[in-house]
């Protein structure tokens, strides 16, 4: 039974950095894409970056893109979202998720096939 479990959410003044980790467990996940999101409350769950288990590909949304990082350490079997330089805007429930690697990237919430439960960001001013 495939688990992930996001870790590392908290309280943040705005320009503070934080560093989410997803522990995946239940499978091997070589083969898989590992994505991370996050949802604001009334908005829509957003994709923000995604790697490939094995290999070295990532991938970033233009709206994160220099702030945030996504790397993993496949020996902890862990998924990684360093965010830096975090905004009030960036307050959101972020979610670790995973699927099959198909070649594409996948950015819809639909594409993933496990998710984690969730940590809570919030950014004060």
């Known amino acids: 039974q495939v688990q992930l479990v996001e870790s590392g959410g908290g309280l943040v003044q705005a320009g503070g950095s934080l560093r989410l980790s997803c522990a995946a467990s239940?499978?091997?996940?070589?083969?898989?894409?590992m994505g991370w999101f996050r949802q604001a409350p009334g908005k829509a769950r957003e994709f923000l970056a995604g790697a490939t288990w094995s290999g070295n590909s990532t991938y970033s949304t233009d709206s994160v893109k220099g702030r945030f990082t996504i790397s993993r350490d496949r020996a902890k079997s862990t998924v990684y979202l360093r965010m830096n330089s975090l905004k009030p805007e960036d307050t959101a429930v972020y979610y670790c998720?995973?699927?099959?690697?198909?070649?594409?990237?996948?950015?819809?919430?639909?594409?993933?096939?496990?998710w984690g439960q969730g940590t809570q960001v919030t950014v004060s001013s």
């Open positions: 998720a995973a699927r099959l690697n198909y070649g594409l990237w996948p950015t819809r919430p639909s594409d993933y096939n496990y």
């Open positions: 239940g499978r091997t996940f070589n083969g898989y894409v």
